[in-house]
Antibody
Framework: EVQLVESGGGLVQPGGSLRLSCAAS????????MYWVRQAPGSGLEWVAN????????YYVDSVKGRFTISRDNAKNSLYLQMNRLRAEDTAVYYC??????????????WGQGTLVTVSS | QSVLTQPPSVSGAPGQRVTISCTGS?????????VHWYQQVPGTVPKLLIY???NRPSGVPDRFSGSKSGTSASLAITGLQAEDEADYYC???????????FGGGTKLTVL
């Protein structure tokens, strides 16, 4: 059974940092692109960052470029999101998600339960 | 503002048919990239409903169907049931962003 379990969320002051983790199991982690998707309270879904199978390709939504870093450790079946210089507008539930399907036609077939990040003083 | 545009809300009575539209542009839906749909009951994780424009994962009732034409796509739900009340999101790939994009979501109310 595919499982994605996020951790690392919490309350942080503006300008602070957090590192999210996602532990994957039930599939060959190193074979899949992985994503972080977030959902602000009462809002829709937003792609944050993605990373290819070996970590050599990474892409970010403009609003987090230069502040967030996505990474993975295939030996540990884990995905990470280092979030620096956090802002109030980064407050959201952050989901780790696996994609499946053809290149550029992929979809999110498995999601973690999410971890809440609250940026507030 | 989301890259893909959906109506904020739709409603229908039990047994009726409703459709939810999703409008994109030449860098996403119009470029030929597939559209996928997710259902999210408030407080829960999004669930894949339709993939590859019109395919249902195992376990999704055939009351749900998808279509795509040009720069737009639609999700149709027939035989509305109370349990269908949820938020629905479309998703595609955007070549100008090198990542996935979502619609803003549509809240379905079953009257």
């Amino acid at each position: 059974e595919v499982q994605l379990v996020e951790s690392g969320g919490g309350l942080v002051q503006p300008g602070g940092s957090l590192r999210l983790s996602c532990a994957a199991s039930g599939f060959t982690f190193s074979n899949f692109w992985m994503y972080w998707v977030r959902q602000a309270p009462g809002s829709g879904l937003e792609w944050v960052a993605n990373i290819n199978q070996d970590g050599g390709e990474k892409y970010y939504v403009d609003s987090v470029k230069g502040r967030f870093t996505i990474s993975r450790d295939n030996a540990k079946n884990s995905l990470y999101l280092q979030m620096n210089r956090l802002r109030a507008e980064d407050t959201a539930v952050y989901y780790c998600a696996r994609i499946s399907g053809p290149f550029r036609k992929y979809y999110f077939d498995y999601w973690g339960q999410g971890t809440l990040v609250t940026v507030s003083s | 503002q989301s890259v893909l545009t959906q109506p904020p809300s739709v409603s229908g009575a039990p047994g009726q048919r409703v459709t939810i539209s999703c409008t994109g542009s030449s860098s996403n839906i119009g470029a030929g990239y597939d559209v996928h749909w997710y259902q999210q009951v408030p407080g829960t994780v999004p669930k894949l409903l339709i993939y590859g424009n019109n395919n249902r994962p195992s376990g999704v009732p055939d009351r749900f169907s998808g279509s795509k034409s040009g720069t737009s796509a639609s999700l149709a739900i027939t035989g509305l049931q109370a349990e269908d009340e949820a938020d629905y999101y479309c998703q595609s790939y955007d070549s100008s962003l090198s990542g996935s994009v979502f619609g803003g979501g549509t809240k379905l109310t079953v009257l």
